[in-house]
Nanobody, 110 residues
């Protein structure tokens, strides 16, 4: 199993980023995929999940700002992040069951 995140970077407050997680080594289309994050000095925080039927779920903090989606043809899950705040600064991870990617750093700063 391999999960490879990309798309992080430095963005100004109010800006947007789209994270990608390319998956391999398992049947992606039938898997629940999760985005989680870890801010500096804090624990891991669940952000959003997308299920095999395409339904989605979000932690309250991200509803209306973040959108999770998937492309089963590309074995990729995305996280569109809008209206970013400095407190969104974190390493963002992709997850499937007990498998994690290496993470991608998102820094929101002016």
């Amino acid at each position: 199993v391999q999960l490879v995140e990309s798309g992080g970077g430095l963005v100004q407050p109010g800006g947007s980023l789209r994270l990608s997680c390319a998956a391999s080594g398992f049947t992606f289309s039938s898997s629940t995929m999760i985005w989680a994050r870890q801010a500096p000095g804090k624990g891991l925080e669940w952000v959003s999940g997308i299920y095999s039927d395409g339904s989605t779920n979000y932690a309250d903090s991200f509803k209306g700002r973040f959108t999770i989606s998937r492309d089963n043809a590309k074995n990729t899950v995305y996280l569109q992040m809008n209206a970013l705040k400095p407190e969104d600064t974190a390493v963002y991870y992709c997850n499937r069951n007990n498998d994690w990617g290496q993470g991608t750093q998102v820094t929101v700063s002016s």
